[in-house]
């Protein structure tokens, strides 16, 4: 049955709509004539309209009756008719406590003149009357005697919330459920897979994460289309890195050569200048190709308990002269591969070293990531210029010049790279009383330590 479903199911969007629409429209039909017909049975039964009938009919025969005979008229109609109440009355009742409120109108009545020489002079509804009460009226006939008389007769009147009202708000329900079921389970599902999909492709990795191919054609053939783009784009970079490690190691055989004549040349300032151009051309070369790698390497993803791997950080800067401060909580850890962190936090703490004397790390928890900052008191970096050396190959102001051949404008985005493939982020952030923090968000590790497999690895230089 549901293979069978499935193929008569149109392929279409547009024509899943049209067809949804057909049967709620059908639905709807049936529904109404279904309605129409309990709405006729209901007048057809109903003993209120009866009721109401006899005694239009009973009013206008006293109204033709002399006043001496209605007692004789009205004794009949209680033997005949025992459900319905009408009787003379005087005029005090006008002025009695049932006769309260205005009363002027109620639904279809409404006080005033009336045919054949009679008036509505009163009307009291039936919620002044109380439970299973309708509504009263006092009719005065051509000769002015008073009639009270109970419209419809006893019992309830009919309810709002009947058949018909529960048979319409099914209706709506149904074709509401109906509709909700298909948009989520066969449009809304897929597109929010292929919204979330397009917004975290490229954050953390470029790895191709295909998506279901489900919904409706115009939806498969979109969820189709990204899944291709994921690998072209996959394709492309590998190739460019397998490129570019090509170059690399084409460049680095001359550079070699270049360096053994120079070593065999006589010492003076020109060979010590041109062994420090290539020492130069060498890490801008290794540099360039860390960044297109995206800071990733084939080492596998670690816990890394973040205290004792800052502090040895810290003691390789005090070695050679550096004082770098060291402040964190204890007990912090994060999933990173260690070489990759490595590169980008002596990649922040370099930076910093450059423009300022003292330079801090603290580290510490917030919510479910790791802080941490690299804390300078240098010159710092506008708020305008910091989006722009977040990117490649971007130079600071002159403040921030890059000083003796240290590189090239890639230690901020490597540092950058490194930390969206661990999930994490890195911001810029002014230091109070001057200067530049930058900030390294990682999330927190929790649980044991476990070792987690790398990418695939990238090709190597040599």
């Known amino acids: ?121 009163h009307v009291v509804a039936p919620g002044l009357r109380g439970k299973n009460s309708g ?6 006939l051509r000769d002015g005697a008073l009639i009270a008389a109970e419209w419809g007769g006893r019992g309830p009147p009919p309810s709002i919330l009947g058949m018909p009202f529960f048979l319409f708000f099914g209706f709506m329900a149904l074709t509401f459920c109906g509709l909700m079921i298909w948009a989520v389970r066969g449009l809304v599902g897929p597109l929010s897979d292929l919204a979330s999909a397009a917004r975290n492709f490229g954050e953390s990795s470029t790895a191709p994460v295909p998506i279901r191919e489900a919904g409706p054609r115009e939806v498969r053939a979109a969820a189709h289309a990204f899944n291709r783009m994921q690998l072209r784009i996959d394709e492309f970079l590998n190739k460019r890195t397998r490129m570019l490690a090509a170059i690399s190691h084409d460049l680095r055989t001359p550079l070699t050569r270049l360096g053994l004549r120079l070593d065999l040349l006589e010492e003076g300032e020109i060979r010590d200048r041109s062994l420090q151009d290539l020492q130069q051309m060498e890490q801008q070369l290794d540099s360039a190709l860390t960044f297109l790698r995206d800071g990733a390497t084939s080492e596998p993803v670690q816990r890394i308990d973040l205290p004792s791997f800052l502090q040895s950080l810290a003691d390789q800067y005090a070695d050679i002269g550096h004082a770098v401060t060291l402040a964190f909580e204890a007990g912090l850890a994060v999933d990173a591969r260690t070489t990759e962190l490595t590169r980008a936090l002596c990649n922040l703490i370099d930076n910093a070293t450059h423009y300022a004397r003292d330079v801090e790390i603290r580290a510490s928890r917030k919510d479910d990531t790791v802080r941490i900052d690299v804390i300078d008191h240098g010159p710092g970096i506008a708020e305008a210029d910091r989006v722009r050396l977040l990117e490649p190959f971007e130079r600071g102001d002159a403040a921030r010049q890059l000083r003796d051949g240290t590189g090239f404008g890639l230690g901020l985005p490597t540092a950058r790279a490194v930390a969206e493939a661990a999930s994490g982020r890195l911001d810029l952030l002014d230091t109070a009383g001057g200067g530049l923090t930058v900030r390294l968000t990682l999330p927190v590790a929790e649980g044991p330590r476990q070792d987690k497999a790398g990418p695939k690895p990238a090709p190597e230089d040599g």
Request: zero cysteines; proline letters at 5%; a negative charge.
């Open 135 to 140: 509504p009263l009226i006092y009719v005065r």
């Open 1 to 121: 049955m549901k293979r069978l479903l499935n193929r008569l199911w149109p392929d279409s969007m547009l024509h899943q709509i049209l067809v949804l629409l057909g049967v709620s429209g059908l639905f709807m039909i049936i529904v109404g004539a279904a309605v129409s017909y309990i709405l006729q049975q209901s007048r057809d039964q109903n003993h209120s309209i009866m009721n109401s009938h006899f005694i239009s009919v009973v009013i206008g025969k006293l109204n033709e009756t002399a006043a001496e005979d209605r007692p004789a008229v009205l004794e009949g109609l209680r033997t005949d008719l025992p459900d319905i109440s009408i009787e003379l009355v005087g005029e005090e009742v006008l002025a009695g406590p049932d006769v309260r409120g205005e009363g002027t109108r109620f639904g279809p009545f409404r006080t005033g003149e009336t045919l054949l020489g009679m008036r509505l002079e």
